[in-house]
């Protein structure tokens, strides 16, 4: 099982951009389909993006479609996701999060997840 740590969040303005990165550990990285969730504030946590294990296929939330992009690099065991035109509704903590299988990480299941990572975006 892989263990996830988040960083790059913070304070960004409405129309500014943020790139947070997972670092996973283990050595079954590879083998895991990859995503991010967020949480705002007296909200659930909802499913942002999701990546397969080769990289070569993506699904993302319609609420981020066009301005997040999800992108991993499994030779340093991190995905990222670059935040583009952020707005004040991204404001939530980031979630890295893994599971085996792509197809249940785009339903919203996930295995394994990071300890979160805070984004607000100021108006």
């Known amino acids: 099982q892989v263990q996830l740590v988040e960083s790059g969040g913070g304070l960004v303005q409405a129309g500014g951009s943020l790139r947070l990165s997972c670092a996973a550990s283990?050595?079954?990285?590879?083998?895991?389909?990859m995503g991010w969730f967020r949480q705002a504030a007296g909200k659930e946590r909802e499913f942002v993006v999701a990546?397969?294990?080769?990289?070569?296929?993506?699904y993302y939330a319609d609420s981020v479609k066009g301005r997040f992009t999800i992108a991993r690099d499994n030779a340093k065991n991190t995905v990222y996701l670059q935040m583009n035109s952020l707005k004040p509704e991204d404001t939530a903590v980031y979630y890295c999060?893994?599971?085996?299988?792509?197809?249940?990480?785009?339903?919203?299941?996930?295995?394994?997840w990071g300890q979160g990572t805070p984004v607000t975006v100021s108006s």
């Open positions: 999060a893994a599971d085996p299988s792509y197809g249940a990480l785009t339903r919203g299941y996930h295995e394994v």
């Open positions: 283990g050595r079954t990285f590879s083998s895991y389909a």
């Open positions: 990546i397969s294990w080769s990289g070569g296929a993506t």
